[in-house]
């Protein structure tokens, strides 16, 4: 169904006007409810993600040229501060930090005497997990729809299953998302292929579309939850006209015909799974570097580390958990060596792992179509064009074994 | 066990592939016989001019390791055969052979049914069908056991890959 | 609430720190069983061991060392008004396993569990268990015949073939003649011999045939390196039984053990939540593939 028949699509009839001079007092009603503003910021020569002090260190003007294996700052002809893709970093830095302490505990060793006069070593400790007690609250801003879905993707993950990871469940229970739909894919984007964008439904608090046409540099903004009405309430704006609110709606479905590329979704698990001994791994393993680029750079790459240290007395240890790539050589590393030595093997895990077997372990694929991976590729390895590579071979294996 | 040679080679499955007459040619070149628990059915480096079908008991194979004494290799049940070097030149046992239990077999002369493969193409093949997958299955096991699988990380030499933290 | 999840709500356990923080528990006692492995059970009176099922495993702390997946080997209920323990016997191969390993009686060790999935010895009820042990792949299938004796009746033949490396590292020796006695029929081999072992040499598939089993009454647990697996499931297939009917027990890295660190991965499966044990239907493709 195209974007613009679906009645869900349909404005619903609280939207609001906010003036783009209207942010500050969005900032000072989440700061004022304890928020930490999280948002998109320019350094070093990228738009990241990161805390933001202040309206001012949003990226006004500045927009991005992304293909395979690029990306580079360029100014915009306009003030947008939303108008960029396929930054380096996700909401998962913030949600799903890189490094996370999950424990720390106190060994005390003493002797006893038991009752037949023999002493043995007796150990005692305390243990205490850690982030447990008063875990940061952030407020998300300009969540993009591809990493609403995505974030959606990290609970299922996270916290969807039998046991909820407690620093995940602690940022993500008290987080605040600002979703801003897009009205300007990069040539790396097939979030429509995925079916989570450009416009997004639900899994914010407020979304916003920005729009900058005539010079007039404001957001048609809706709430999607009560705590996002009540923060809303705070900001000045003013109702939005029939007019304004269709113009916002037309320029995320216009965005949605406007996508760099698209990935072929049909099939794709059983595609995966028949390719296992597919001779197109040999063909990327000559060009894939293995330097993980793509899992760091991906918002539902979840995999993770830990690592025990202690103090110079050995009685105060503590677990942290690090952010881990399945590109790594130990990622799979059982009885003296690694199960996945190879490039290929490697390679096929990512993919096969974020488009097919994500299924089986999640229920979804874990793909959202942001195009990160393509753009932070060394190499410019394109995911959609090993899709369509491996499918093409899989045709001509069938099309081989019809023949008489 | 009693029973005539001829009726104790049908009951065991091992040359069962072979034709009744086939069967009944090779039941002439066998014996019945039996070995008390540690006797020695022959030496490594002997001439081979005997096979045994097993019936009841154990055998063990073993060679003869300067400063190891005799070492077993592999110890063999009821319903195979033992040996077959006597299948090709120089017909000398690569190994010896001691009975670990009290052991009945059928023990065939090795150059009278060598004389009969000559003579009846026919038999010959259908005895090296019923050898070749033996000699394949152990073969494939003894590679196995060379992989030494149940070997720990550190006794295994291979390329240094990853840190050893588990 | 913060927006939609777009997901099942997580199910929160009472102390759902406890799947990623470990309880420390005291090491009881500590046998050597063969020159690189010991058994140690750990328990602690002020706090309950929890109930680990036969194939479940624990994630073992070594304090400020770190963390490895150890398959319980024994039944946590002895009886006996005792308090529960866990039972684990491992190999020291690496850092943690070493210091593990090491570990006197009266130190700490930390436990996260019980994960994973069980060998479900109780829906063999009625049916022949053949239990088919590599190495120390027989600490975990330890609880299976465990189970199997306490509960005799319910069983039909309990078939134990087991090889080792050497007679040295052959496991629970000194149970093996309590457990004929208790019904199982025991086969050992060995895949090299010293100068005193007069029993069989060979691999443990060579056991299979002369056990002379029922395919279509048996239910397979087999345990042990994974070419060992592969080629005993082999094995048990060629003889008729379906690989429905074949478990083995998966091993794979694993850094949580609760399905949030992605390591232990063998294609769809996650082998800390859809394994350790899986049925041979699963499994046997999947282990075929190089470096999957």
């Known amino acids: 169904m195209h974007p613009s028949e679906d009645p869900a699509r349909e404005p619903s009839g609280q939207a609001v006007v906010v003036d783009a001079d209207g942010l500050p007092a969005l900032f000072d009603a989440l700061r004022g409810r304890g928020y930490t503003v999280v948002g998109p910021t320019i350094r070093d020569g990228a738009i990241v993600v990161a805390e933001l002090a202040s309206v001012a260190e949003l990226p006004f003007g500045w927009g991005v040229e992304t293909e395979a294996g690029r990306y580079r700052l360029r100014e915009r002809s306009d003030t947008a501060a939303f108008g960029h893709s396929a930054g380096p970093q996700s909401w998962k830095s913030v949600l799903h930090p890189p490094r996370a302490k999950l424990w720390s505990a106190d060994r005390v060793t003493g002797t006893v005497k038991t009752s037949t006069v023999e002493t043995s070593t007796v150990e005692t400790s305390s243990v205490k997990a850690g982030e447990a007690a008063e875990p940061p609250r952030y407020a998300l801003l300009g969540v993009r729809p591809c990493d609403v879905r995505a974030v959606g993707i990290l609970d299922q993950v996270l916290i969807g299953g039998r046991h909820a990871d407690p620093v995940y469940r602690g940022r993500r229970d008290g987080a605040f998302i600002i979703a801003v739909e897009c009205t300007e894919p990069g040539a790396t984007c097939f979030c429509t292929s995925m079916g989570c964008g450009p416009g997004v439904e639900s899994g914010f608090d407020l979304a916003m579309t920005e729009l900058t046409d005539a010079g007039d540099h404001r957001f048609v903004v809706r709430a999607g939850t009560a705590a996002g009405a009540d923060v809303l309430a705070d900001v000045p704006s003013r109702a939005a006209d029939e007019a304004t609110v269709r113009h916002a709606v037309t320029a995320v479905d216009e965005a949605a015909e406007r996508m760099g590329r698209s990935m072929p979704v049909q099939g794709l698990p059983q595609l995966l799974a028949d390719s296992r001994e597919s001779p197109h791994w040999d063909d990327v393993a000559s060009r894939c570097l293995t330097c993980g680029n793509c899992t760091m750079v991906c918002p539902t790459c979840f995999c993770t580390t830990t690592e025990d240290v202690t103090d110079l007395t050995g009685d105060h240890a503590e677990r942290w958990r690090l952010w881990d790539s399945c590109f790594a050589l130990d990622f799979s590393y059982l009885h003296g060596g690694s199960v996945r030595t190879s490039g290929q093997s490697r390679y096929r895990q990512w993919i096969t792992h974020k488009l097919g077997t994500w299924h089986d372990q999640f229920g979804s694929s874990g793909c959202v179509g942001c195009g990160r991976c393509i753009a932070w590729c060394p190499v410019g390895i394109d995911i959609t064009q090993e899709v369509s590579a491996l499918a093409s071979l899989q045709d001509v294996a069938a099309t081989d074994e019809d023949r008489p | ?166 | ?292």
């Open chain 2, 1 to 166: 066990m009693t029973g005539t040679v001829a009726a104790r080679l049908s009951a065991q499955p091992f040359f069962a592939a072979l034709t009744d007459s086939q069967r009944g040619a090779l039941a002439e070149d066998g014996t019945a016989v039996t070995f008390a628990a540690g006797k020695r059915l022959f030496d490594e480096g002997g001439v081979a001019d005997m096979f045994w079908l097993m019936e009841q008991g154990g055998i063990a194979l073993d060679m003869r390791v300067p400063g190891r004494g005799d070492q077993i290799v592999e110890t063999l049940g009821p319903g195979t055969v033992l040996g077959w070097s006597w299948l090709h030149r120089p017909y000398r046992w690569h190994f010896g052979a001691v009975a670990r239990l009290a052991t009945t077999a059928i023990a065939f002369d090795a150059a009278s049914v060598r004389r009969r493969c000559d003579a009846d193409p026919a038999f010959g093949y259908a005895m090296l069908r019923a050898f070749t997958p033996v000699i394949t299955e152990r073969l494939q096991a003894t590679r196995l056991r060379l992989l030494d699988l149940y070997a720990a990380p550190s006794q295994v030499r291979h390329a240094d890959i990853g840190p050893v933290n588990a």
């Open chain 3, 1 to 292: 609430m913060t927006g939609q999840r777009t997901a099942s709500p997580a199910l929160i356990e009472p102390a759902a720190e406890t799947a990623a923080v470990p309880r420390f528990y005291r090491v009881a006692s500590r046998r050597e069983d063969t020159a690189d492995t010991v058994t140690l059970e750990l328990t602690e009176p002020a706090q309950p061991v929890p109930a680990f099922a036969p194939g479940q495993f624990a994630m073992l702390t070594a304090f400020g060392v770190g963390e490895v997946p150890i398959s319980v080997s024994g039944l946590g209920d002895s009886g006996g008004g005792r308090a529960r323990r866990l039972e684990h016997t491992l190999r020291a191969v690496g850092a943690v396993t070493r210091a593990l390993h090491a570990a006197p009686p009266g130190s700490l060790i930390g436990v996260r569990g019980p994960f994973g999935t069980s060998w479900d010895v109780a829906s063999a009820s009625g049916r022949d268990l053949v239990i088919v042990a590599g190495g120390i792949g027989l600490a975990p299938l330890r609880p299976v015949v465990l189970t199997a004796l306490a509960d005799r009746s319910r069983y039909g033949r309990i078939v134990l073939l087991t090889g080792a490396r050497t007679p040295g590292d052959l496991l629970y020796t000194d149970e093996l003649d309590r457990w004929r006695r208790g019904g199982v029929e025991v086969a050992i081999t060995v895949d090299r011999a010293d100068s005193g072992w007069s029993g069989q040499v060979g691999l443990v598939t060579a056991l299979i045939e002369p056990a002379g089993l029922a395919p279509d009454n048996s239910v397979a647990f087999v345990c042990g390196p994974d070419v060992m697996m592969r080629f005993t499931a082999d094995a048990l297939a060629a003889r008729g039984i379906p690989a429905s009917r074949i478990r083995v027990s998966l091993e794979r890295n694993m850094r949580c053990g609760v399905g949030w660190c992605g390591h232990c991965q063998l294609g769809p499966l996650l082998v800390c939540r859809d394994g350790p044990v899986v049925s041979c239907d699963r499994a046997a493709a999947l282990m075929r593939v190089r470096g999957l």
